[in-house]
C-alpha cells in the first residue's frame, strides 16, 4: 500500500513544473491565441528561473498583442540590460514597436537607434525608424532609413519608396 501511495504522489498532476515547461506551454498557448493563459504561464517560468530570457521576450509579445503596453515596455526593458547582443538588439527593436504605437516616436527613434548601434543590418529597425521619423516630421532622415532599409531586403520599405519616390533604384546611394 505504501509502494502505491509513493507511486501515485509522483505521477501526481501536481509535480512541480520546471521553468521550460511552464515557458513550452506559454508557447503552446500564445500561439492558440490564448494570451492570457500565455502571460501566466511566462510568468510562472520566470519566477521559476528569473534567467530565461526567451521568456521575457515571449510575454512582451503577448502583452504587445493583448495592448498592455507598459507591460510588454518593462519586459522588452529587461532584454536590453543584458549582456546578450542577439536579446539585447531584439529588446530595443521591439521597444521601439511599444513607444511608436503609443504616440512616443522620438524615444521610438532613440530605441531602433539602440538596435541599428548592435546590428546595423537590421533592415526592420532602419523601415521602423523611418516610419517614427515621419510621424515626427523628419522626412529626410525618414527617406534616408527607407533607403537603408530597402538596402537590406526590407519588402516593406521597397514599396513606400516605389509608391513616394519611383526612381528611388536608380538613383546613387
Not at 533592415?123 to 516630421?137: D, E, I, N, P, T
Amino acid at each position: 500500500m505504501l509502494a502505491f501511495a509513493i507511486l501515485a504522489s509522483l505521477a501526481s498532476p501536481c509535480a512541480a513544473q520546471s521553468a521550460e515547461e511552464y515557458y513550452n506551454q506559454a508557447l503552446s498557448k500564445q500561439k492558440a491565441g490564448e494570451l492570457e493563459e500565455a502571460v501566466r504561464l511566462y510568468t510562472k517560468a520566470i519566477n521559476k528561473d528569473d534567467r530565461m530570457i526567451m521568456a521575457y521576450q515571449m510575454r512582451g509579445a503577448a502583452w504587445q498583442k493583448m495592448r498592455q503596453l507598459q507591460q510588454a515596455f518593462d519586459d522588452y526593458t529587461i532584454l536590453i540590460e543584458q549582456d546578450d547582443p542577439y536579446f539585447r538588439a531584439v529588446g530595443y527593436f521591439n521597444r521601439g514597436i511599444v513607444n511608436d504605437i503609443a504616440g512616443r516616436h522620438t524615444e521610438a527613434i532613440n530605441d531602433f537607434t539602440g538596435a541599428l548601434k548592435i546590428d546595423w543590418k537590421m533592415g526592420a529597425a532602419y523601415f521602423h525608424r523611418a516610419v517614427a521619423r515621419l510621424k515626427s516630421r523628419d522626412s529626410t532622415g525618414a527617406f534616408k532609413d527607407l533607403h537603408q532599409a530597402a538596402r537590406r531586403g526590407d519588402t516593406d520599405a521597397k514599396k513606400w519608396l516605389d509608391l513616394l519616390s519611383p526612381g528611388w533604384r536608380e538613383a546613387k546611394p
